[in-house]
Each structure stands twice: as C-alpha cells, then as structure tokens.
C-alpha cells in the first residue's frame, strides 16, 4: 500500500547544528512529497514541496530533493536555529480517485540553545 | 494565520453523544479536508470535499460523516462517541484538488470524550 516513513523522535540538536531527518515513501503512481511543520498549540504549515522527482523543495534555510530512485525526500537545514523546535511531517499526495494525501508519523526537533 | 477558522476550539462530551464541528475554508478554496490527530494514531485523512461534492475517503468511520455546504463551510459529524475518538480534528483548505496544491490547516478541535 502507499505509506510513508520518517525517521523517529525525538531529534535533539545545538544551535547551528546540521540537521537532517529521513523520509522515504511507499506509493503506486507519481505523487506529489511535502513537509509540513506543526508548532505547539497550532495547525500544520507547509514548509516545502516538490513535485516531480529531481525537484528541490526549499523554505526559510530548509530543503529538501525528491528522489525517485531511492523513494526518499529528506529534509536538511546547515544550521538549527532554537525556533525551529517543532514536529517535522513528511507527506505525500496521490491521485486515487480524489487525491488523498498520507502523512509520516511525525519527527520532534529540540533545539538547545 | 491560515485564514481557515475552525469551531469550537474544545469540546468535552461524553459517551454515546453526537458532535458537529466546523470549518469555514480559506477565501477563495474549494476543497476542503478533515483529518484525526492522536497520539497512537498520527495524522490520519478522513475525507475531502470539493465545491460540495465527496472527492475522496481516508480512514474515516461509519460513525463519522460530513458534508459541504454551498457556501463551502464543511461540518464533521460524530456521533456515538467512544473514548478512543479523543483526537485533535483538522481542517484544512486548498484551492483546486490536485496533488501539487498544498493545504492550509486549521488550528483544531480538540475532542475529549469522557
């Protein structure tokens, strides 16, 4: 079935930190690949997208190369900024009739100062 | 700020009871789409509408239905709640249906049953 995968939390990192967290994704068809961010108390966000493989995604020092020979699409930053601390979701969108969109399970970032 | 505005923001109930909770799209959206976020669950789609019509179905369960209305606010009906039906509930909003548009969410419902 389609599905994707994201690396588990939490992810604690310094400031100005690389970071990376891993998504890699299960799907019939060419689906279109996200991340989306959620801070505390709030609704998701989009940070990036692609949507067609080779396309880089990329958002405020954020980015992320959708890969369709290895199914992934990891989103990197060279350097975390203590704002940056939330949940990190990889998703994809496919069209199955309607388009439905499959979300990863979700990667928290803390980021110490 | 999104521009998608759910209500309520929270709503306790009980067991056995029937809610209804509310989205009013992004200006200008046609879409829209619910999702159920817990803790052992994630993020999962329940359904999407599009210019009212039904466009595709995710996990959703027969206790739950929706609906689109012609002004394209949408309502999420749940009805003999269960405990494990404790969630936060998503709306979100994009302009066409198409796999490259991204959605605007919400800022939620948070369901308890008790």
């Known amino acids: 079935g389609n599905s994707v995968t994201q690396m588990e939390g939490p992810v604690t990192l310094s400031e100005e930190a690389f970071l990376t967290i891993n998504c890699t994704y299960t799907a019939t068809g060419y689906p279109s690949l996200f991340w989306y961010v959620q801070y505390p108390g709030e609704g998701l966000q989009l940070l990036l997208k692609?949507?067609?493989?080779?396309d880089k995604g990329s958002n405020k020092g954020f980015e992320a190369t959708y890969r369709k020979e290895t199914t992934s699409f990891h989103l990197e930053k060279g350097s975390v900024q203590v704002s940056d601390s939330a949940v990190y979701f990889c998703?994809?969108?496919?069209?199955?009739?309607?388009?439905?969109?499959?979300f990863g399970a979700g990667t928290r970032l803390f980021v110490k100062a | 700020d999104s521009g998608v505005t759910q209500t309520p923001k929270h709503l306790i109930t009980a067991t056995g009871q029937r809610v209804t909770l509310r989205c009013s799209p992004r200006s200008g959206d046609l879409s829209v789409y619910w999702y159920q976020q817990s803790l052992d669950q994630g993020l999962q789609f329940l359904i999407q509408y599009y210019n009212g019509e039904e466009r595709a179905k995710g996990n959703i369960l027969e206790r739950f239905s929706a609906q689109q209305f012609p002004d394209l606010h949408s309502e999420l009906n749940l009805s003999s709640l269960e405990l494990g039906d404790s969630a936060l509930y998503f709306c979100?909003?994009?302009?066409?249906?198409?796999?490259?548009?991204?959605?605007?969410f919400g800022p939620g419902t948070r369901l308890t049953v008790t």
């Open positions: 979100a909003s994009s302009p066409e249906t198409g796999g490259g548009y991204e959605q605007y």
């Open positions: 692609a949507t067609k493989a080779d």
């Open positions: 998703a994809l969108t496919l069209n199955t009739g309607g388009f439905k969109t499959i």
